[in-house]
């Protein structure tokens, strides 16, 4: 059964303005899939360069192949030649109609230096995450335009039991995951999918011949998701100079295997230079690199809190990529070691904070770090959520609420994509 991407409107807008489209995501997370029902829907050609007779062409003469093939088009696995970039530059500086070129990529190709300046402003750039829950129970996801639009007290929800939560956060969000039901499948197609990777998309952006050190790279990340990013810890852990586990970092991240989370400052200067925190974007994934059964993060609490955390950065960052609001997410972390797991801005700079806790009850502890946040934002603080595994929303004082955590997925509306 298909089931609708809630970013699919997004493309559309954005292929009504914009002559060059890109559809950027991990592998597997459904790029291909919703680019070929595209293609039916709006009459596009479609070149996949895993063709090997359609990647040869390319790599010969990607002008002489842009230039005799019709138009408007769909190129799918783009990261596999580069070189198509430039040549796509030249055939938009000549005739700037929308919608031209929709481009998917399982790499993000704009962290080399040589192509993030070819398309600039010519682009537009879209994210496809794995499978949102709220995508899973068709439906388009708004709780974060509820929480900015101040109507956070008008959600209606349904109870979830926590052995629900648990299977959601341990299966992870990957289409093809989706379909098993037998962790041993799981942990195979787990397996296979990141080989894939190592073996080919990171050959693919980059020179690196060693790719036998990047799974225990990622294991000890994995370890240390939703921390912050130590690098002379990690470098000594690695026995790797600084210059290569940077390298190495960049790959996993063009990659979309991780990600860094900044953490958040008045001063927008502190962003780019105050440690951030690293995770992993997908808690399926997640689990598997942390080598835990279903049995075990259900019966131990520390790793059950830490998936959850991830599992609630990738909703949020997934509901983000298509809210009216299209906020910043950050993180907050005092210089008295007061936290906030995740904070989110708008483009007004008006603030919502969240913590996550895997617990049934709630106390005026756990928003400390909120209490903290509102009076450093002070007026801009618009509300302080903590997400917990409970059945209720109760108000902790002006503009604090407790929310049980599957208010994420049960806020929304029907879908409105076409496919």
Not at 73 to 89: N, S, T
Request: proline fraction near 4%.
């Amino acid at each position: 059964m298909y089931i609708k991407r809630n970013i699919a409107a997004e493309i559309l807008d954005a292929l009504s303005t914009s002559p060059v489209v890109l559809l950027n995501g991990a592998r597997q997370t459904g790029k291909s899939t919703l680019a070929r029902k595209l293609a039916v829907w709006r009459n596009y050609e479609y070149f996949t360069l895993d063709d090997f007779t359609v990647l040869n062409a390319v790599l010969k003469d990607p002008v002489a192949f842009l230039s005799n093939i019709k138009k408007p088009v769909i190129i799918d696995e783009v990261q596999r030649a580069v070189q198509l970039f430039p040549a796509i530059k030249i055939i938009v500086d000549n005739n700037r109609i929308p919608g031209q070129f929709l481009l998917t990529g399982s790499a993000n190709v704009f962290m080399l230096p040589r192509l993030s300046e070819s398309l600039a402003g010519r682009m537009e750039i879209i994210s496809l995450w794995p499978f949102s829950c709220d995508e899973l129970n068709a439906i388009k996801g708004n709780f974060i335009d509820c929480v900015f639009n101040q109507e956070l007290e008008k959600i209606r929800f349904d109870d979830t039991s926590r052995d629900m939560l648990l299977k959601k956060i341990f299966w992870g969000g990957y289409p093809e995951i989706q379909k098993i039901s037998v962790e041993r499948r799981r942990n195979a197609w787990f397996n296979s999918y990141l080989t894939t990777i190592l073996q080919r998309d990171v050959k693919d952006i980059s020179r690196i011949e060693g790719v036998h050190e990047f799974p225990r790279l990622l294991s000890l990340l994995a370890s240390r998701s939703g921390s912050l990013l130590n690098m002379s810890n990690l470098s000594r852990n690695m026995g790797m100079v600084m210059m290569t586990l940077k390298r190495y970092l960049a790959i996993l991240a063009a990659t979309f295997l991780v990600r860094r989370l900044p953490a958040w400052f008045r001063n927008v200067g502190k962003r780019l230079i105050k440690m951030p925190k690293i995770y992993l974007n997908d808690s399926g994934l997640l689990a598997y690199l942390l080598g835990i059964n279903m049995e075990q993060l259900s019966s131990e609490p520390q790793i059950a809190g830490q998936l959850l955390e991830s599992f609630v950065m990738q909703e949020l960052s997934k509901q983000a990529s298509w809210s009216n609001v299209l906020p910043q997410v950050y993180f907050y972390r005092s210089t008295a070691g007061r936290e906030v797991d995740f904070v989110l801005e708008n483009r007004s700079g008006y603030i919502v904070g969240i913590e996550v806790k895997m617990t049934d009850t709630v106390t005026s502890q756990d928003f400390k770090g909120l209490d903290e946040m509102a009076k450093v934002t002070g007026k801009n603080f618009l509300r302080g959520i903590v997400l917990y595994t409970g059945s209720q929303m109760i108000p902790f004082g002006k503009n604090l609420f407790a929310v049980p955590v599957n208010v994420l997925w049960q806020t929304g509306r029907e879908q409105d994509a076409p496919f």
